[in-house]
Each structure stands twice: as C-alpha cells, then as structure tokens.
C-alpha cells in the first residue's frame, strides 16, 4: 500500500506539544502509531507540497549546520538516553527545541528512518551536509559497543573543542586583516582624493618629475577613471581562479606548504592541523573506531593536506602490522614529540589518552601563541603601514626638493 508524509502535533505525557512528520497509509494509521509511543494527536494532516513559509534556501550560505548546535543536540540527546527515554522519544523532543530548519528537518527524518527500523548510524548517513563521517563513525561504533550515551557526549566534547579551535583562529586573524583593509583604504584615498591635487600643481610648474611620482601619478589617473572598476573585476576573478586552484590536489599541497612557512602564521596552522588530526584520532579510538578507518576520518578532518598525506600514508603501514608511530615517524610534517607520545601509547596499551594529551599540549601551545600575536604582528604591521603610506608621501614630495633647489640656483644667479 502506498504511504505518505503526514505533518502531525501531539502532547506528551506531561503535556508537552510536539510537531513532526511520520509516513504512513492513512491519518488513522498515523494516530494509532502515535497513540502506541505514548501521544496525544492533536492534529495530523498530509504534508503540504507547496509552503510558501519555508525558507529559501541558497547553497553556501545558508544552508549549513552551526556546530555549536549539533554539539547542543548531541549532549542533549546523551542526558535523555541516559535517562531512560527510548532515542525516538528523545529524537522528537529535542527537534521541537532546535532553531537550525536545516537540523532540524534532517532530525526529523533520521527520527522516520528509526520508525521504520532503520539503525541510527545508517539514517544519519543520509545527511552527509549535517553530519560529518566522524559523527556516524562514533555512533556506529557507539552502536555495536552498546554505549551511545558515553558516545554522544564525547561528540559533543569534540564538537565544542572544535568550534573553540575555530574561534581562537578567526581572533588571531580579525586584526591583521582589519589593519589591512584599514591600510588599502587609505592608500585608495591618497590615490583618488590627495595625489590629483599634487599633479595640478606639478601640471602648472612643468619639468621632468622623478620616477617615483611618475609611477604614483600614472596608478592614481588609473584608479581615478575606469581602472577601479578593472582592478576590483581582476580581484575578483583571481579570488575565484585561486579557489579552485587550491581545489586541485596539487594546487591544495603547494597552498598548505606555502602556508606553514609563512612568518608567525606558519607555526600556528602547523598546531592547528597537529591538533585536529590527534584530536579527531583520540575520539574515534576511545569510541572504539578500527584504526585503519579512525585514520582515514582523521586525515580528512585535519585541515591540512601535508598532515591529511602522512595519516593515510600511514595506513598501508600499519596494515603491515608496523606502528603508529614507526608509520610517522618518516614524515617531516609530524613532530617527533608527537610520534614519541604515540609510541608510548602504543607500548602502554593508552593510544588514545596519549593522543588526548598531545591534543592538549597543542591546544595550550595554540591559546598561548593567539594571546601573544598582536605583539609579534605589531612590527610587521607597522613597517608594512610604513611603506605603503611613506612611498607615496615621499613621491609626492620629491619634486618640490628639485623645484626649491632650481629656485635657489635662478636666485643666486640673478
């Protein structure tokens, strides 16, 4: 018999209004399954095909899932486990708390999947946008180990830590790139508005200008007619030439090589990828993920293709039967105090509390090297201001230095 979506309100036992979808033949059948969980039907009515409520939806921009809120979920639905509640029932509660429509529709059909006798893994598999594979991996070994509350609340750990890492980079990147832009607003503006008034007066005067006032002279026409327009139309189709270049393998390899040499950022992205990558290895192994597969979802979650390369060229290794550590050891990319803490995990039976602590190591090394970047960025970004503005300052004024001088020759020969 054919089935269909039906949107439906009910209460709880202690009166709680809950909405959902749920498939089945009928309205009457929906109301019985309803009834049989513990509901009370409030209002059950065919999905609506068209809902001119729904929010649109643009492809990269809003139509991602906050992290913070998957780790909220996560430990939420870990307490109500914990507590008794069936996943479905505690599913259905928390989708009604949930502000993400996109969370929030994919939670409603992972909730139908488990309805129909579909395992929680695989239904969270269907959401690949919403939920990472480090996500279903966990819970699938969450699922065979018979410990998905412990599971969901190390997710969420893991999540939380995370978003922390994430916020920590955008800080130690907001002032450097505010005083840039601060720096490209003002060269634009001694550019358009202050160079045009130089060259009226070097216009009238005459002579040979020097150089550097002719090159500052010849960008300032430039930006002053049409060239603006051309220079923000070749920003723009560098930026998208650029994006896919670091979207090819290749392209992507020189990116992260180039980025981990770069002066004082270097070190800190070089931290960032190390912290991901055992991180993200620590909670698959205490989740009870293989190690093969544990280092494959590593490799993708550590944001950085040297250290992505080394995690599964490692693989092959220890399908071997060789180490961890021996596996990383011969990758310049992994610090040896990193391949020696593995090595002792490895030796103690404690992988993943060894590899919890490098985590630790780095994460305190990355706070301490955030906290300090204004200090190692201020000499930089100061000699930067000072020739971007200087060069041109300087340019300007050059001209007047021989005009005063022919000035002064014309007077003492008179």
């Known amino acids: 018999m054919p089935t269909t979506v039906f949107d439906y309100k009910v209460r709880d036992s202690n009166g709680k209004l809950i909405k959902g979808k749920i498939e089945s033949e009928s309205i009457a059948a929906v109301g019985n399954k309803l009834r049989s969980m513990g509901y009370t039907p409030i209002n059950i009515r065919p999905e ?127 002032y450097p790139a505010m005083v840039v832009l601060i720096v490209i607003v003002v060269v634009l503006a001694l550019m358009i508005f202050v160079v045009p008034t130089f060259k009226k007066i070097y216009t009238t005067l005459k002579g040979t200008l020097p150089l550097p006032t002719q090159i500052v002279i010849t960008i300032s026409n430039d930006l002053a007619t049409y060239w603006l327009g051309v220079f923000i139309v070749t920003l723009i189709v560098a930026t998208v030439l650029f994006k ?71 693989e092959d290794r220890v399908r071997e039967g060789k180490g961890l550590a021996e596996a990383l050891s011969t990758f310049p990319i992994i610090p040896n105090m990193v391949t020696q803490m593995i090595d002792t995990g490895e030796e103690s039976g404690a992988l993943d509390e060894m590899l919890n602590r490098v985590t630790k190591f780095y994460e305190d090394e990355i706070e301490t090297t955030v906290a300090s970047l204004s200090s190692l960025l201020e000499p930089l970004i100061i000699v930067f201001l000072g020739i971007s503005v200087g060069f041109i300052v300087v340019s300007m004024y050059l001209p007047m230095f021989g005009y005063i001088a022919l000035v002064q020759k014309n007077g003492a020969n008179a």
Request: cysteine-free; overall charge positive; glycine content about 6%.
């Open 48 to 174: 609506s095909k068209l809902d001119l409520r729904q929010d649109i939806m643009i492809p990269g921009i809003n139509d991602r899932v906050n992290l913070k809120e998957v780790a909220l979920m996560s430990r939420q639905l870990a307490t109500m486990v914990t507590a008794g509640l069936t996943l479905i029932r505690a599913l259905a509660i928390i989708t009604d708390q949930l502000t993400s429509k996109i969370l929030q529709s994919a939670i409603t059909t992972v909730r139908r999947d488990l309805e129909q006798g579909v395992s929680f893994s695989r239904a969270l598999e269907k959401h690949p946008k919403v939920f990472s594979p480090l996500y279903i991996s966990m819970i699938k070994a969450g699922e065979v180990g018979g410990s998905l509350d412990t599971t969901l609340l190390r997710l969420a750990t893991t999540i939380e830590k995370q978003v922390e890492l994430r916020r920590k980079v955008k800080s130690a990147m907001t």
């Open 244 to 314: 896919r270049w670091i979207n090819t393998p290749s392209g992507r390899k020189k990116w992260d090589t180039f980025k981990i040499k770069v002066p004082v950022f270097g070190p800190l992205i070089h931290k960032i990828a190390i912290t991901r990558g055992t991180g993200t290895l620590a909670s698959l192994l205490a989740s009870g993920v293989g190690i093969i597969e544990a280092l494959e979802i590593s490799a993708d979650n550590s944001g950085n293709s040297l250290v992505a390369d080394a995690l599964r060229s490692s």
